[in-house]
């Protein structure tokens, strides 16, 4: 039996940053009621941008409690997501149901909070970030696998690059040092060599990093170990989706640069190539699905005109002149929206 107790309320949303775009609506429903227990369920609409985590709080005003819940998990204040929903894209719902105890009447709550912002009614615009002032030091994270760190000279060049426009302002980060090329630069970057995407983001190894080194923009090179490993687009961008999630978590101003990786014709991996073409493929739709005015994504195209029997050494890793192409191409993404002193 369905009964007709049913609350809909327009619900203040944010990130895991208080920059984000926020509101909702929240749909409680009393489903079924028995003598002392009933069961609901509670559906939560994403109006503002998208979020990775969420916490839904609310009090019950005649003393009901939870007993068993799905698609959530229990807290003492109400409800957070469960490992699998803990993504909501904009316009979209996470749903959740519980069954629960109370004694006298079974009054719906009135108000809710998500990730702690009161229910108010409408999708509040973040503040406008304050531009950096000319000169003002940017600090750029260089994270991938062997093509950003092992030796990575693509980097040194770029900073030199850099240094030659007179872009000292441009400061990269990192846990790891530099490597020779050559030159002295500012080498410290996350290029893990033999890394896949989807190990540092299900081994959450990405917070550490960003916490050590605070970034304010990310150039990422990343997925092409998952390839080698025949490992889908899905669940390549997947792992790029909570990636994003994480530096946006560290910084919601985060500025996004993602490469659609360099072409690979390694001897002993005949599909690699193609299974490359369909990832660069996929990621234009994707970067523009999470993009925002306070975070943008944007992609940089590593792909078009670099060729693996002239560009690379051994079908995947650049050579000198690849190395050229790739500094090339991150330079015009980089220093787009870094005012000049």
Known sequence: MKLAALVMVAAGLVAPSPSAAAGCQVTYSV???WPGGFGATVAVTNLGD???GWAL???FPSGQRITQIWNAVATDTGARNAAWNASIPTNGTASFGFNGSFTGVNTSPASFTLNGVVCDGGVTDPPPDPDPEPGDTVRVMPLGDSITGSPGCWR???WQQLQQAGRTEVDFVGTLPAQGCGFTHDGDNEGHGGFLAVNIANQNLLPGWLAA???DVVMMHLGT?????NL???TILAAFTKLVGQMRAANPAMRILVA?????NPANCADCGQRAVALNAAIPAWAASLSTAASPVTVVDQWTGFSTATDTYDGVHPNDSGNRKIAARWYPALVTGIPTA
Do not use: G, K, R
């Open 57 to 59: 709080a609310f009090a």
């Open 156 to 158: 040194a060049l770029l």
């Open 225 to 229: 170990n998952d390839v080698w490993n």
């Open 213 to 215: 080194t605070d970034p």
């Open 232 to 234: 889908s687009p899905q």
């Open 50 to 52: 998208p979020i990775t």
């Open 31 to 33: 489903t079924s009621q």
């Open 260 to 264: 659609q990786i360099i072409p690979m």
